[in-house]
């Protein structure tokens, strides 16, 4: 049996309710930003994940492995910046 992570389960429950147009816990019109920033967050742990050498960071994936790192910087400093700007969180 595959190992699921928790981020994978909220996607997978996402991407159900889109497709069935329902979703209890979250307005529809949101659930498509929530589920790439559970993707990318899911995405970034694993790349930090050290507890698999087989998928660890090597000078082959680097390049892969920095640009999902990179993407989840510019989300935490797209939302550092409203936070000062606002005050309020995104």
Sequence with gaps: MEKV???????IAIDFSNNINVFIFID????????KL?????DTF???NGRCYEE???ILNWHVKKSI???MLCVLDQSEKVYKETGTTI
């Design 5 to 11: 992570s928790f981020c994978r389960c909220v996607l």
């Design 28 to 35: 529809i019109l949101d659930s498509q930003a929530i589920e």
């Design 38 to 42: 559970t993707k990318l967050l899911n």
């Design 46 to 48: 694993d790349v930090l």
């Design 56 to 58: 660890r960071i090597t």
């Design 69 to 71: 790192l990179d993407d």
